[in-house]
Structure formats: structure tokens, C-alpha cells
């Protein structure tokens, strides 16, 4: 009986299927090139309008460190932050600050809805001033 040899994920197989064809190759760079530095641009733009502007540049740096070196390098300081806050998260007087801050804010919320309803009840009487319709 042999031993089988573990197959290499999908996206492996893929990519060494593209590298084969030169023509395929270039199409895929060139391609993982547009849709990262489109979705930098985008989230340069969202930087200025409401929007999660970082995380989209996140994003696009993660598309472009699959094919390129240098947008691995500038990823590399986020990995290591990234790290650092997963292991702050992971410390137990951490973990108590953000349930008494979940906690005062549910509680907040549930005291503000409260107000609302002793005052107005279920009518939106007081959102209605809000903005004119």
C-alpha cells in the first residue's frame, strides 16, 4: 500500500495552472492589479465620505500582496498591529473594560428608548421634528 501525497489546495493548483500560459498569467497580474488599486481608490474616497475608508484600503493592499511583493511589504506593519491588538483583545482586563463599556451602552440605549416612550409613546411625534417632510 502507498502513501498518498495531500493534494494542494484549489487555489494553488489554480494559480500554478495559470502560470503556465504566459497570456493567462499577465491577464491575471493585470487584473489583481485593477481591482486592487481600484479598491484603494475607493477607499481613499471614503476616507472623505462616510465610509469605512481604512478597511477598504486594507482590502486592496490584500488583493495586491497576492501577486506582488511590495504591497506585501506594506502590509506587513498592519499584520504586526493587527497582532498586537488581537493580543490586548485576548487579555483579561481588556475583556472586562469592553463589557462594562457594552454593558453602560446598552443601558444607556435602553434608558434614552425609555424616555421616548414615556414621552411620546409609540407615535413618532418626537422624530417627526427632526427633519421637515
Known amino acids: 500500500m502507498t502513501q498518498q501525497q495531500t493534494a494542494l489546495p484549489w487555489n494553488t493548483r ?3 495552472w495559470l502560470r503556465r500560459n504566459w497570456l493567462l ?3 491575471w497580474r493585470i487584473t489583481v492589479f485593477v481591482v486592487g488599486v481600484t479598491l484603494m481608490c475607493v477607499g481613499a474616497l471614503l476616507l472623505v465620505l462616510p465610509g ?3 478597511a477598504m484600503i486594507a482590502l486592496g493592499l490584500i488583493v495586491l500582496a497576492s501577486e506582488y511583493v511590495w504591497a506585501q511589504r506594506l502590509l506587513a506593519p498592519l499584520k504586526r498591529k493587527l497582532r498586537s491588538a ?3 483583545a485576548q487579555q483579561p482586563q481588556y475583556r472586562n473594560q469592553v463589557r462594562i463599556a457594552s454593558a453602560l451602552a446598552l443601558v444607556g440605549f435602553s434608558v434614552a428608548v ?5 414621552r411620546y409613546g409609540l407615535s413618532l411625534d418626537g422624530v417627526r ?3 421637515p417632510l
Do not use: H, S
Not at 425609555?114 to 414615556?118: D, E, H, N, P, R
Open 14 to 16: 489554480f494559480r500554478a
Open 114 to 118: 425609555g424616555a421616548y416612550l414615556w
Open 86 to 88: 488581537k493580543n490586548r
Open 52 to 54: 469605512p475608508g481604512w
Open 129 to 131: 421634528g427632526l427633519w
Open 25 to 27: 498569467d499577465t491577464a
